[in-house]
T-cell receptor
Framework: GEDVEQSLFLSVREGDSSVINCTYTDSSSTYLYWYKQEPGAGLQLLTYIFSNMDMKQDQRLTVLLNKKDKHLSLRIADTQTGDSAIYFCAERNTDKLIFGTGTRLQVFP | DSGVTQTPKHLITATGQRVTLRCSPRSGDLSVYWYQQSLDQGLQFLIQYYNGEERAKGNILERFSAQQFPDLHSELNLSSLELGDSALYFC?????????????FGEGSRLTVL
């Protein structure tokens, strides 16, 4: 099937790290993505990882990929209130992207 | 600004009616995708067009149809609307030059069916 699963909610204190997890189904996915959706806006690409990589770091963002378990995670270091949003992971399936349900990240002071 | 334009931003209509949502992709992008975002279903892939031709179909109802025109803009037609069709409808586009397959999303059209 084409199910990408995420937990629905995550609440963290400002300055802490956030870890958002995702499991995907298609082991042949070449790219996996993290998108961010702020209130009232469309989705914006945060970062992506190629399937032959285990880790990718981009400033405060760290993506970990465990292909064996089909598990993807996004770590946000020093989480800020501006990081409050819905985060979607997605896997590439032929030309289209299959998205998870989204994780709503709430950052409190 | 992603470069993808969707109109209208908001639409309120009644059950049984028909609406058309419009999308202009980023300049030069040949692929257009439609997604539906509802509270209980997350982001569902509906359909993809590439250079005017349907390329992939997802969970699109028979009451819904789409097309991509020669100028590459796309329209999503929703007919016999039901309360459950209330959702955010996103259009996204992608280009040939992007080997990462990244999609660029519009801001969405929020449809409310009363």
């Amino acid at each position: 099937g084409e199910d990408v699963e995420q937990s629905l909610f995550l609440s963290v204190r400002e300055g802490d790290s956030s870890v958002i997890n995702c499991t995907y189904t298609d082991s042949s996915s070449t790219y996996l993505y993290w998108y961010k959706q702020e209130p009232g806006a469309g989705l914006q690409l945060l970062t992506y990882i190629f399937s032959n990589m285990d880790m990718k770091q981009d400033q405060r963002l760290t993506v970990l990929l465990n292909k064996k378990d089909k598990h993807l995670s996004l770590r946000i270091a020093d989480t800020q209130t501006g990081d409050s949003a819905i985060y979607f992971c997605a896997e590439r399936n032929t030309d289209k992207l299959i998205f998870g349900t989204g994780t709503r990240l709430q950052v409190f002071p | 600004d992603s470069g993808v334009t969707q109109t209208p931003k908001h639409l309120i209509t009644a059950t049984g009616q028909r609406v058309t949502l419009r999308c202009s992709p980023r300049s030069g992008d040949l692929s257009v995708y439609w997604y539906q975002q509802s509270l209980d279903q997350g982001l569902q892939f509906l359909i993809q067009y590439y250079n005017g031709e349907e390329r992939a179909k997802g969970n699109i109802l028979e009451r819904f149809s789409a097309q991509q025109f020669p100028d590459l803009h796309s329209e999503l037609n929703l007919s016999s609307l039901e309360l459950g069709d209330s959702a955010l409808y996103f259009c996204a586009s992608s280009g040939e030059l992007s080997n990462t397959g990244e999609l660029f999303f519009g801001e969405g059209s929020r449809l409310t069916v009363l």
